[in-house]
């Protein structure tokens, strides 16, 4: 086996944990925005009517709660998606590279092949 041959097949063995690893990755951040979404519910748990609580600090109690609401929704749905948009393009691009590797390694066999065969 030739060192070029040897050094693509280490590169793409590299490039498939990369991979694996990614997806692994993206499967993770779906179930965390899956899990942010469930719990946003919970921030304006327990409902608080004006005959439980009123005044000037159940106005500031549920101005917290709506930013926290605010928060959660940036986060599950901006943040979130941003990432997951981030893990797909470099997923993509080590699809690329892999399918390159592919070719290279291809080639090389071929290059060695016929240097057998004019030995």
């Known amino acids: 086996m030739s060192l070029l041959l040897s050094i693509l097949k280490q590169d793409r063995y590299q490039k498939e944990r990369e991979l694996a690893e990614l997806?692994?990755?993206?499967?993770?951040?779906?179930?965390?925005?899956?899990?942010?979404?469930?719990?946003?519910?919970?921030?304006?748990?327990?409902?608080?009517?004006?005959?439980?609580?009123?005044?000037?600090?159940?106005?500031?109690?549920n101005g917290s709660r709506e930013d926290m609401t605010d928060a959660y929704r940036d986060i599950s749905k901006t943040q979130m998606n941003r990432a997951q948009d981030e893990v797909e393009q470099k997923i993509g691009q080590i699809r690329q590279q892999l399918g390159y590797l592919g070719h290279q390694i291809a080639a090389e066999r071929r290059r060695m092949e016929e240097e057998e065969e004019g030995a």
């Not at 899956?34 to 409902?47: A, F, K, N, T």
């Open 23 to 61: 997806q692994d990755c993206q499967r993770e951040l779906a179930n965390l925005q899956d899990e942010l979404i469930q719990q946003q519910s919970r921030v304006g748990e327990p409902e608080l009517s004006p005959n439980t609580w009123h005044g000037a600090r159940a106005n500031e109690f």
